[in-house]
């Protein structure tokens, strides 16, 4: 069984900066991607950032602002976001998926986390 929880979510004032984090448990295969997501009630869901062996994806709205990480030593995956906007309040979510060049970040989430919410203001 596949595990991934986040944490790291909360409130901050526009400008500032957060860092979630999605430890993975139960897997046991080394070729897999992770992809970050959020979710708001009006724009659904949407690929923020995703990671597979040895790239990286951004979506254009967080390009310059978000780093997606991960350390494999500890099976946690990473996502550092600086100046925030009120833009980017959502449910944040983590994947782990497999390569799938039609996906966001050519990964398609095979397993979720619960999600963290992260609410920004003005």
């Known amino acids: 069984q596949v595990y991934l929880v986040e944490s790291g979510g909360g409130s901050v004032q526009t400008g500032g900066s957060l860092k979630l984090s999605c430890e993975a448990s139960g897997y046991d295969y080394d070729d897999y991607c992770m992809v970050w997501f959020r979710r708001t009630p009006g724009k659904g869901r949407e690929g923020v950032a995703a990671?597979?062996?040895?790239?990286?994806t951004y979506a254009d709205s967080v390009k310059g602002r978000f780093t997606i990480s991960k350390d494999n030593a500890k099976n946690t995956l990473f996502l550092q976001m600086d100046s925030l906007n009120p833009e980017d309040t959502a449910m944040y979510y983590c994947?782990?998926?497999?390569?799938?060049?039609?996906?966001?970040?050519?990964?398609?989430?095979?397993?979720w986390g619960q999600g963290t919410q992260v609410t920004v203001s003005s």
């Open positions: 994947a782990l998926g497999s390569y799938n060049r039609r996906e966001f970040g050519r990964c398609y989430p095979n397993y």
């Open positions: 990671i597979g062996s040895d790239t990286t």
